[in-house]
Every structure is written in structure tokens, then in C-alpha cells.
């Protein structure tokens, strides 16, 4: 392999990262509301958002990898051109720990970045007298000897900050600092929204409204507890507290959770909650569906444009129009799973143009991964779901969704299908 090959073969390998959400404006995004049963966030939260007189709150979900974070970053966008200021952040990065996550965590994540965020611009003294009156019991689980008092006002942010951390990353401490704040969140509440009023009358470059988008919550996994879940316990049963902070929100939610038992106490609490679908490359009659196809493409193609405008896609960079056909169809218009299946050819591409083996590999390691996912129970629930392109209200079919093995489609005019 010549440097220049290898040059231009690492360039899309890196271009093609599954995990990187594209910035608003990106060159490289693609408008796929035709295609995904006209779903737009901008014209369907960030509308309401804006006419709303009132405080907004909103769940959005869809499959992890399906491009929710984009989306977000687009509304993000859209919202502060319309005098919002944002605040966003993916509550599993600094945190939340999403193989166990409960609504205090969610409270004191929110709480952090809130502060970290605005209190140069609004008195965070509200929220610090708060840690201060129950410093005595949290000094331990912030893992300081430093005394509340002896510091100033951006080490004592910085201590909120500590606190959260540790609620994230050490395991053993997660219990005691829920047992500590959980008798506390009703007025922690209360004084967090003090904090927004202060911030709101102060936000910078003539903004009026807030609004804060708490995004990778849809990545708790779901434990049960007798009847319950901790998806219950955090949207239905803390719905109140989650819909209290003083500003226009939006929380990620996982899309088990609107297909389960709950799903009209959730519409009755949230309005119905807006789903992503997936980028429809057939029809429900197992025809290929050219629009959904071509979008697909296209995904692929402003990538590879980005590193090699000269080269054409289906001659230079793969070596056919079917090799690039077949790669799209496999991802099934899931966003994660085509860039992952690209990316993996790649990684198998010694020279310019990509192979179909290469992709044929890619896409055999990605079959036996799902296939190592479905236990031997659910192989049937999968047949009748392809059959009859609906899913029962039962935790069997939604751990399939929740595990992508089952993926949403939306048709415009007509019901969503399976």
C-alpha cells in the first residue's frame, strides 16, 4: 500500500466514526424527512418550543445510532437563532451511569451543568447554600477534606461537579449519595429554579426564553424491580419532578419505554413524544424502496466527498454500484449501523476500490453480532414480527427494540409499521 493510498484510506476510515454526532450546519448532513415518515424536529418540537407562552416539556426518543444527537444539535441551533439560550449535554458522558441510573442522578446532573453553565450570569447562591447545609453529610462522597466555607464561589461549583462525578464513576458511593440527596430533591428543585429565574432575567445577547436538552437517556438500561421498572420509576413515576425546572426541556427517553403498558400515561403527562425512525430503504412488501436507498447513499457519499472528491463512489471508492447497493440495504436505514458496516470495510481495504468481499465480511461480523443478541426464545417473536409488521405489547418484544434487533419505520399517511 503506497503512503498516498493509506493516507486517503485512514481519512475515510476516520470519517465514518459511529459514535460522533455531526455539528449543526455540517456539510456532511443529510435531510432524510422524506424518508423517515416526514419527522422533523425543528418543525416538531422546535415550533411548539417557540409559540409556547408557557414552559414546554418534551420526550424524543428513537434507536440508539438512529441520529437523535444530530437532530438535537439542529434544534439546538434553530433554537438559539430564535433568541434561546441552550444548554445541552449527553447526561451518560460526565454523569449518569446508564447501566444504573435513577432520577436523582438525572436531578444532579441537570444541576450541574445548569451551574456550570450559567452561574456567571445568575448569583449561584441559592444552590450552593443548599450543598452547604448538607455538606457535613457529603463531604465524604465528594472525596474532599476541604470545608464548604474556607471556599470560593468557583471551587464550590467545582465541588457540585466532584459530587456528580463520583455519582457516575465509583460504583460504592452511587447508594450513599442517593440516600443523602434523595430526601432533598423537593427543594432542591425549589432552588435550582430560583438559580433559572435569576439566569433568565440576566441571559446574554438579548435571549429571552431557556431551554435545556438532556440527551443518552434512551441508554438506561432496563432493570426491573417487582411490577416496575427504573424506566417507570424516572419518566412516569418522577414525571412531576422532571417537568418542574423553571425552562423549556427535552429528555431522550428509551423507545421500549412508548411501546409498553404506559405508553397513554406517558401521552397523558408529555404530550405524545416524538420517535426518529429509521430511514426506510424497503417496503413493507420487501421491495426496495429507491428514495430511502438514494438517501443512504447519499449519507455515505457526502463522507467519502469530504475526502476525495474525485473519486466516484461507485467505481473509485467501492467497486460497483451493487456492492455500494448492498451495503445500504444491510444497514437497514439505521445510521450507526451503516457507518459501522462502512467503516468496517474499510478496515478490511487494503487498496482502492472497497470490495464486496470486504463488505460481505463486514456485514457477516454484523449479522453474528445480532445473532449472539437474540436468545433462542425470541427467534419466533422475530418471524411473527416480519410477518405481520406489528409488535405485541409484551417486555419480550420491547427488549428486541431496546436491543435494535427490531427497528422502527414510519410511512407517511399511513400507520407506522414494524
Known amino acids: 500500500m503506497d503512503k498516498q493510498t493509506l493516507e486517503v484510506l485512514a481519512n475515510l476510515y476516520n470519517a465514518f466514526d459511529p459514535f460522533r454526532p455531526l455539528p449543526a450546519g455540517d456539510p456532511q448532513y443529510v435531510d432524510c424527512q422524506d424518508v423517515r415518515g416526514d419527522v422533523d424536529i425543528l418543525e416538531d418540537l422546535g415550533n411548539r418550543m417557540q ?5 414546554t416539556c418534551h420526550l424524543y426518543s428513537g434507536h440508539r445510532g438512529a441520529g437523535k444527537s444530530t437532530e438535537l444539535l439542529r434544534l439546538k441551533q434553530f433554537l438559539e437563532n430564535r433568541e434561546f439560550y441552550v444548554v445541552y449535554f449527553a447526561a451518560d458522558e460526565e454523569d449518569i451511569d446508564a447501566e444504573d441510573a435513577q432520577y436523582t442522578d438525572i436531578l444532579l446532573a441537570c444541576t450541574r451543568r ?17 450543598l452547604k447545609e448538607r455538606w457535613g453529610e457529603l ?23 466532584k459530587l456528580t ?13 442517593r440516600k443523602k440527596v434523595n430526601p432533598h430533591t423537593v427543594t432542591l428543585i425549589k432552588v435550582l429554579n430560583e438559580f433559572l429565574g435569576d439566569a433568565k432575567k440576566n441571559l446574554p445577547n438579548g435571549r429571552s426564553k431557556l431551554a435545556v436538552l438532556v440527551d443518552n437517556l434512551d441508554r438506561m438500561v432496563l432493570v426491573k424491580d417487582g411490577d416496575s421498572t427504573n424506566h417507570e420509576e424516572v419518566f412516569l413515576d418522577r414525571s412531576e419532578q422532571l417537568k418542574a425546572l423553571d425552562c423549556h426541556l427535552i429528555y431522550t427517553v428509551p423507545i421500549s419505554m412508548l411501546y409498553s403498558k404506559r405508553a397513554t400515561d406517558i401521552r397523558d403527562i408529555f404530550s405524545d413524544p416524538l420517535i426518529l425512525p429509521m430511514i426506510m430503504v424497503m417496503t413493507p412488501k420487501g421491495e426496495v424502496y429507491q428514495p430511502g436507498l438514494d438517501k ?26 451493487n456492492t455500494v447497493d448492498k451495503l445500504c440495504l444491510m444497514s437497514g436505514g439505521h445510521v450507526r449501523n451503516l457507518l459501522l458496516l462502512t467503516q468496517d470495510a474499510i478496515g478490511r481495504t487494503q487498496d482502492l476500490p472497497i470490495t464486496e468481499k470486504a463488505v460481505r465480511r463486514a456485514i457477516t461480523q454484523a449479522r453474528d453480532t445480532y445473532r449472539r443478541t437474540v436468545e433462542d426464545s425470541q427467534w419466533k417473536l422475530l418471524a411473527e414480527v416480519y410477518h405481520s409488521k406489528r409488535i405485541v405489547n409484551d417486555d419480550a418484544y420491547r ?20
Not at 51 to 55: A, D
Not at 114 to 130: M, V
Not at 140 to 158: I, N, R
Request: hydrophobic share 40%.
Open 165 to 177: 462525578a463520583n455519582l457516575r464513576a465509583v460504583p460504592q458511593l452511587r447508594a450513599e449519595i
Open 399 to 418: 427488549n428486541l427494540m431496546y436491543n435494535r434487533c427490531l427497528l422502527e419505520y414510519r410511512y407517511l399517511d399511513d400507520e407506522g409499521e414494524m
Open 296 to 321: 443512504v447513499k447519499e449519507v455515505i457519499n457526502k463522507r467519502v466527498i469530504k475526502i476525495a472528491p474525485e473519486l466516484s463512489l461507485e467505481t473509485e471508492i467501492f467497486d460497483s454500484q
Open 51 to 55: 409559540l409556547s407562552r408557557t414552559n
Open 114 to 130: 445548569l451551574l456550570k453553565d450559567l452561574h456567571t450570569i445568575a448569583k449561584p447562591d441559592p444552590i450552593l447554600n443548599w
Open 139 to 161: 463531604k465524604d462522597l465528594a472525596q474532599t477534606p476541604l470545608e464548604f466555607e474556607s471556599m470560593g464561589v468557583e471551587s464550590q461549583v467545582a465541588q457540585f461537579a
